[in-house]
């Protein structure tokens, strides 16, 4: 019976990697973060309604005729 090895390409050492890439947040840094900006049109693409999925239940985040944004369970 033979032995087959499996060799893999070799990842860069950490510190071979620019800073950013082995930034790796602690719990503290995570919650003091400031929050993501994201466009509603880039949410919405289009669409007037968009499901957001969260702990098994479904919001329903629906733009209005008067462009207003109303987000029900």
Do not use: F
């Amino acid at each position: 019976m033979s032995t087959s090895v499996l060799s893999l390409p070799s990842l860069p050492q950490p510190s071979l990697l620019p800073e950013r890439a082995v930034h790796r947040p602690t719990l503290v840094s995570t919650l003091a973060r400031e929050p993501r900006h994201v466009a509603s049109h880039a949410l919405l693409d289009g669409a007037r309604e968009l499901v957001i999925q969260h702990q098994g239940g479904e919001y329903h985040l629906r733009l209005t005729r008067n462009d207003k944004l109303i987000l029900t369970k």
